[in-house]
Nanobody, 123 residues
Framework: HVQLVESGGGSVQAGGSLRLSCAASDSTYDREYCMAWFRQAPGKEREGVAAICGSGYTDYAGSVAGRFTVSKDNAKNGLSLEMNNLRPEDTATYYC?????????????????WGPGTQVTVS
């Protein structure tokens, strides 16, 4: 069982930047192992933001492509999310997820392990 813990959330003005991190208790970043960031705003469905696998392949939601960058954090067996040019609509709780699926998917149902989330507020 993999435990995930997010960090790095906070409040920022529109146009600013934040970097989120996710640490995993136990994982092996082989080609099949994938991690992703999801977010959920109040009253909305949880949506995929960015995903990366051990192969290095990534996927991004259209709304964040070009502004957000996902990367592996081998030191923490986890991943990071660099968020630039933040907008008020990026405000949400951000969740880290992991699964051994072999491809960088943004489909929530494919992920087995989830962190408790970290709040990002853009004003």
């Amino acid at each position: 069982h993999v435990q995930l813990v997010e960090s790095g959330g906070g409040s920022v003005q529109a146009g600013g930047s934040l970097r989120l991190s996710c640490a995993a208790s136990d994982s092996t970043y082989d080609r099949e192992y994938c991690m992703a960031w999801f977010r959920q705003a109040p009253g909305k469905e949880r949506e995929g933001v960015a995903a990366i696998c051990g192969s290095g392949y990534t996927d991004y939601a259209g709304s964040v492509a070009g502004r957000f960058t996902v990367s592996k954090d081998n030191a923490k067996n986890g991943l990071s999310l660099e968020m630039n040019n933040l907008r008020p609509e990026d405000t949400a709780t951000y969740y880290c997820a992991a699964a051994r699926i072999g491809f960088p998917s943004l489909a929530r149902y494919l992920y087995d392990y989830w962190g408790p989330g970290t709040q990002v507020t853009v004003s």
